[in-house]
């Protein structure tokens, strides 16, 4: 079943940069797929489409058949949850229990489900002992462990992580990775770290400067051979 | 950058001990709060030449510093860090209050008496205030003063100042010292602390961009809910606010101090 159908979408900043160009994509519920590129290559402008927080140019979005318009949006961002690139960005509450209850909350759960649910989501990626914990007193790993439970409690059908493993320390990288593992959502990771592309996802995207250039096994465009002879991915881009 | 350094350190200093596991730090907050309002009540409602009868009260600040496993420190740094401001305000009273006195013998100003009552009376309202700060924590008073019926509007702002406010000092931080790496020991002119002004900003900004995004990916609609938690007070909160709340009243209606000096000259006689 096609959980994420984007069909030829264009994105152009205020400013004229143009950030996707024509990108078209098929995601299978339950595939994993690793989204790599370069900085500036139109990773993170993909992903921020997928949830409504920018609207296309041209082109169209299906998200498990829901066509992505202001009538479905809501539906949409109930279906997809987008982990940040910056764990600071997304816990903004006072402690960990109530931003993992923001979701829930805010989805029309009463406080005692969301309470349940949260401490579930918690358990989950192993650091229901810091419920109580605010978020300035946690590490970087454990604050996107937290982030992650804050998507987890809503339910998704679909999880987007921007660069989760970025300013992590190898053994906290380690551990998100294991944990990833064990969840079995239809994925869209976007990362710079090839070792989490081959660990996580049996697909992988490239884009370059907004195009997707190649669309395979991770396990045949993860190859020296591929990177190499791929004209539109500079040695140093990636 | 010793100043933004040590507001850093102060910021995480009150976080790490309001996660104290003293019985005191397990008092419900709301406990906490109004036992602190009420002796802050009953301190200032004293007159403005007493000082004797604001002297037992020392004993409530004392007591939870103590229990609450709280550095002395901690309390009397920031006493001095505000101290200037209510110095300002009370050492004019000498000059404008100048009706005498007589005290032991001594004639004295009237308005040094109001001076020093009005020391005493911060020195107790704010280690108090202080006290309750570090050993209950900004989100567990933010989630005490809603239940009090403070307006979550005012809460929020709270709680995001102070959970962000930590964000931009470290931010702050970093593009100072990135400057201050390639300044080579000269002065920060003025129009490089406005660009570096304009960065915090441009940062600021954009963070803020960030952070409404991700509210936004989580169904935010408009109103920031928090799960409504039904604690009941437990029978040591009663007795906490009971207990301190009588002892107060006593001390505002009986001159401690007086009656134990009397004691004491008695006993000595």
Known sequence: MLTVDIDNISYTYADGTSALDAVSLQVNAGESVAIIGANGAGKSTLLHHLNGLLTPTAGRIHICTHPLNNKTLAEIRRLIGMVFQNPDDQLFMANAIDDVCFGPLNLGLTSQQALKVARRALDQVGVLNLQDRAPCRLSDGEKRRVAIAGVLATSPEILVLDEPTSGLDPWARRQLIDLLKKLDHTRLIATHDFDLAHDLCERTIVLCEGKIIADGLTANILTNDFLDSSPAIPANTL | ?269
Request: hydrophobic letters at 50%; glycine letters at 4%.
């Open chain 2, 1 to 269: 950058m010793v100043t933004l350094d040590s507001a850093l350190w102060q910021l995480n200093q009150s976080n790490r001990l309001a996660e104290g596991t003293t019985w005191v730090h397990r008092l419900d907050p709301r406990t906490k709060l109004f036992t602190t309002l009420v002796f802050i009540l009953f301190v200032a409602s004293h007159g403005p030449l007493q000082i004797s009868a604001l002297i037992p009260f020392i004993v409530y600040p004392a007591f939870l510093l103590f229990n609450a496993e709280l550095p002395l420190d901690y309390v009397i740094k920031r006493l001095f860090f505000a101290a200037p401001f209510v110095l300002f305000i009370a050492v004019f009273n000498p000059l404008i209050e100048t009706q005498t006195v007589i005290i032991a013998g001594y004639e004295l100003r009237q308005g040094w008496l109001s001076m020093s009552s009005i020391l005493i009376r911060f020195v107790l309202t704010a280690s108090a205030a202080l006290i309750l700060l570090a050993s209950t924590g900004i989100p567990q008073l933010c989630t005490a003063l809603n239940q009090f019926g403070v307006p979550q509007l005012f809460t929020r702002q709270l709680l995001l100042l102070h959970r962000y406010l930590l964000v931009l000092l470290t931010e702050g931080l970093s593009v100072y010292r990135a400057t201050q790496l390639r300044r080579y020991g000269k002065r920060l002119t003025l129009a490089t602390g406005a660009n570096l002004l304009a960065q915090l900003l441009l940062r600021t900004t954009t963070r803020a961009n960030r952070i409404h995004n991700a509210m936004l990916s989580r169904s935010f609609s408009g109103e920031i809910p928090t799960p409504e938690t039904n604690a009941k007070l437990t029978k040591q909160d009663w007795s906490f606010i009971v207990g301190w709340c009588s002892l107060f009243f006593l001390m505002r209606h009986i001159n401690l101090a007086i009656y134990l000096g009397q004691l004491l000259e008695g006993l000595w006689s």
